[in-house]
């Protein structure tokens, strides 16, 4: 394999639920990233579903996808020999990723001040639900509840405003704080490569979420107005039409009503040859702005459209033609897709203990040179333990045996 | 502390429109690169989609729009026509002075334009190039177009969004153009890190479509072990309860709730005084409170709605349950929280320095959700159309005086939006979701 750009960097993650994408982020760049588990295993190990339906701190689907790449030690922090080993690890350490309380760390003498005197250009990150400091630094969070006090959660639902908001699926809070926190990571290491200089950032979830609203806030912000919930929508000040309609083979499909000159005489064509144009061509509808007046009657018309052709005829059709839609797609047909197929985008990643083989997501960029990867699957709880206690940092197996019975690793 | 302007010297060249490349080189603006926007009178609608300070787009609407300044603060503008020969050779020129080039037209557009990596390379063979678009460059879709809310449904995310027997939801707030601008700007300073290691350029391609997929990347792996995801709302998939968003005083106000532990559920008991509904055994364990999750709901439900969002958010908190109120942007905009840290920013009047900031200047702006001392970021206005015309041609390219007048009469260069365009400015009110 290429080497990779970060090949020469060292992350060391502490984490549980929420700050572990940051590592897969720098793991899949080809850093050498230990994830430290306390001796039990990381919370998100216990996350369900299991393969087999059988809990098992290593068949936690959702840990193999955010874990791939890194390798795993345990180690007890709370107890003084595992802190000191920890310290010696920071000591080789390039980048520190950490989302425990705030307090947590420097209570245990793991502080940024403290471990910068071991290793003075090491970068490390807090992400946490609400960053350092501030008023509610010791509120509890959650991925929902971070979505709907950071702000997203208020435009995402349906028209019908008696239903509560509903979150997208997926960890989207954790995901967007993780995200700001790799920028941050990266921006430092740029800064460190120039100067040596190491430093400590401060993520807060909470000014994340905040921050992928979209047109929500400019929208306040500037002209004071607050925008709405919409079934498949944009969020708007005012209500916009329908744009999710079923098709005929039962699949729904996105569209939009193309309003540009050009775009429009596209779409009526398109309408012609199925015989279905109505009365569109109308001179009333040749003026933009009128057709933007009586939208709610096009609109009408596309419905009829749509449930008269397969989801797959709309979408070629539609992108043929420039206009930009989509199919409303499950993660099966994904995984299935003949696009990903031709850019090998779903990976097969190998699990050796289970003599398997199971299609991982891909890289979502592309490189010229130093590449995305998934370089292992995820870690089994302390696979690297000899590895890295014995082969790189000089503990006989006496003394890993010693420490394992002390319940440090 | 002292703080570096860590990106002084770096220049972007960008042929960016909407948010996921514009977000990724304002991060980097902030941080102290020259962004130098390539504008096309004729393509405006950046500039054209609000929201308007106050709801009126004013005299020079073109440079007031909210999202417009949101994600091309601390740019340049150069309002040039590189379709033609003309204005590419110009551009090539700037090039050769440049680090970056970035762009998200459709596949194929920079190929035709005969700027793409390969040709750019062969003039300036260390450059940087960031080519994001719908599909990526390669593939049976690589030349369809999408959006971000497109892209939530292509990829899986929104199918398994929404309420049980409700339709497909969006994932509003643009997550994946969010996600993808993030993904963006550490790859341009990932290929800047690279390039002060190796001497080398890159060539970096970041497809939405793909971003989408990685985020639901434990969906996929649920796939082979055939699992069908179902819409669940809020509520959680797999185990969590109680873990939803339930109804307070107040109309459409809300709180999130989300219970993961016995310990959290007995804290949760407390907060409420301990109802004769909760003191249920079978409501003890992680498996009982998902079997008996709609139950658990309902009577929760009962109870958020005995008091506001805000009072009932802190009750809980207060026996540190994790519990959020649902804000809009009028409760964000007064958040302690984010006051206190200083998050919120804004342009203050006597650095507005164009007709744009003028209208908003001290108007609020979502700042960067990580601190980081040493590194300064600041945010300067977004700049008006055409601004920096003259620092250009002039300054960059020393092109002289008459020159400049005749791109101008050419059409080549300008500095002010399209007859058509004028003719038909933006309404009162208009903003974004308004043409959408």
């Given at each position: 394999m290429e080497p990779s750009v970060f090949s020469d960097v060292r992350v060391l993650e502490l984490t549980g639920i929420l700050g572990q994408q940051c590592g897969k982020l720098f793991a899949d760049m080809g850093a050498d990233v230990i994830r430290v588990e306390p001796p039990g295993g990381a919370e998100s190990r216990r996350i369900g579903p299991f393969l087999s339906d059988v809990p098992h701190r290593d068949r936690s689907l959702s840990f193999w996808h955010y874990n791939t790449s890194k390798r795993s030690i345990t180690l007890d922090l709370a107890c003084p020999t595992g802190a000191a080993i920890f310290r010696r690890l920071v000591a080789t350490t390039d980048v520190l990723v950490e989302d425990q309380p705030p307090g947590a760390l420097p209570a245990l003498g793991l502080g940024y001040e403290q471990l910068q005197a071991l290793r003075p250009g090491l970068i490390m990150v807090s992400i946490t639900p609400f960053g350092q400091t501030g008023p509610y630094r010791d509120l509890k969070s959650s991925d929902l509840v971070s979505l709907a006090l950071g702000g997203p959660l208020w435009s995402c639902g349906y028209d019908d405003h008696g239903l509560p908001p509903a979150r997208p699926y997926t960890d989207a809070a954790y995901h967007i704080a993780c995200h700001y926190a790799f920028v941050g990571v990266v921006a430092a290491l740029v800064l460190r490569q120039a100067t040596g200089q190491g430093q400590y950032l401060d993520v807060s979830m909470h000014e994340a979420c905040h921050d992928t609203t979209e047109g929500a806030m400019p929208t306040y912000y500037f002209g004071g107005q607050r925008v709405q919930r919409q079934t498949g929508r944009h969020a708007a000040v005012t209500a916009t039409q329908p744009v999710l309609f079923p098709c005929r083979d039962g699949k729904w499909i996105f569209t939009r009503v193309p309003v540009e000159p050009n775009a429009w005489e596209q779409f009526l064509d398109w309408l012609d040859e199925a015989g279905m144009a109505v009365d569109l061509r109308d001179q009333r509808f040749s003026d933009p702005a009128r057709r933007q007046q009586e939208i709610a009657h096009i609109t009408e018309v596309l419905a009829s459209f749509c449930a008269t052709h397969t989801a797959d005829e709309l979408y070629h059709g539609a992108q043929r033609r420039g206009m930009v839609w989509a199919t409303v797609r499950s993660p099966d047909e994904v995984v299935h897709d003949q696009h990903l197929k031709a850019r090998g985008f779903v990976v097969s990643v190998e699990h050796p203990e289970l003599g398997r083989s199971f299609q991982y997501a891909g890289a979502p960029y592309q490189f010229s040179e130093t590449p995305w990867a998934i370089r292992k699957r995820a870690p089994l709880l302390g696979e690297h333990n000899q590895e890295v206690y014995c082969r790189e940092m000089g503990f006989t197996p006496a003394e890993l045996v010693a420490l394992s019975e002390a319940g440090v690793v | 502390m002292k703080q570096t302007r860590l990106l002084e010297g770096i220049r972007i060249l960008a042929l960016e429109q909407v948010m996921v490349v514009p977000y990724a080189t304002a991060i980097l603006a902030d941080m102290g690169a020259e962004v130098i926007r390539i504008e096309h009178p004729e393509h405006l609608d950046d500039r054209r989609s609000g929201p308007w300070p106050d709801n009126i787009p004013g005299e020079q609407w073109w440079n007031e729009g909210g999202t417009f300044a949101y994600w091309n603060r601390s740019k340049k503008s150069l309002c040039l026509d590189v379709y033609t020969p003309r204005g590419r050779e110009l551009?090539?020129?700037?090039?050769?002075?440049?680090?970056?080039?970035?762009?998200?037209?459709?596949?194929?557009?920079?190929?035709?334009?005969?700027?793409?990596?390969?040709?750019?390379?062969?003039?300036k063979p260390d450059i940087i190039t960031l080519t994001c678009n719908a599909f990526g460059s390669t593939g049976p879709y690589?030349?369809?177009?999408?959006?971000?809310?497109?892209?939530?449904?292509?990829?899986?995310?929104?199918?398994?969004?929404?309420?049980?027997?409700?339709p497909a939801l969006r994932a509003s707030s643009n997550y994946m153009d969010h996600t993808g601008a993030l993904n963006n700007a550490f790859l341009l300073l990932l290929a800047i890190y690279h390039k002060r290691k190796t001497g080398q350029g890159l060539r970096l391609d970041a497809s939405m479509y793909e971003t989408g997929i990685q985020s639901i990347g434990p969906a996929l792996l649920e796939v082979q072990k055939g699992i069908v995801q179902e819409r669940t709302g809020s509520a959680h998939p797999y185990w969590k309860a109680p873990y939803n968003v339930y109804p307070t005083q107040g109309t459409d106000q809300w709180i999130a709730i989300s219970v993961s532990s016995d310990e959290e559920w007995a804290r949760l008991k407390d907060a409420m005084g301990q109802p004769e509904w909760a003191c249920d055994a079978r409501l003890d364990t992680v498996p009982g409170r998902w079997e008996h999750r709609k139950e658990l709901d309902r009577h929760l439900a009962e109870w958020t709605s005995h008091g506001d969002h805000v009072t009932q958010m802190h009750r809980l908190q207060q026996h540190r349950v994790p519990a959020g109120a649902v804000y809009s942007a009028s409760e964000l905009l007064q958040d302690p929280h984010l006051e206190q840290r200083g998050y919120l920013a804004s342009i203050p009047p006597e650095e507005a320095t164009n007709s744009g900031s003028r209208r908003y200047a001290g108007r609020a702006f979502a700042d960067r959700p990580f601190h980081m001392p040493k590194v300064e970021t600041r945010m300067r206005p977004a700049p008006d159309l055409g601004e920096h015309n003259q620092e250009v041609f002039r300054g960059l390219l020393g092109l002289s005086a008459q020159e400049i007048a005749r791109l101008k009469q050419e059409g080549i260069v300008l500095d002010r939006p399209s007859a058509n365009d004028l003719a038909s400015p933006p309404q009162p009110g208009s903003g974004m979701g308004a043409a959408l």
């Open positions: - | 551009f090539l020129k700037l090039v050769l002075l440049s680090d970056i080039v970035v762009d998200n037209f459709r596949t194929g557009t920079m190929e035709r334009l005969g700027l793409d990596h390969e040709s750019l390379a062969n003039i690589r030349a369809y177009g999408s959006r971000a809310r497109t892209i939530d449904s292509f990829c899986g995310l929104s199918s398994i969004s929404g309420y049980e027997g409700g």
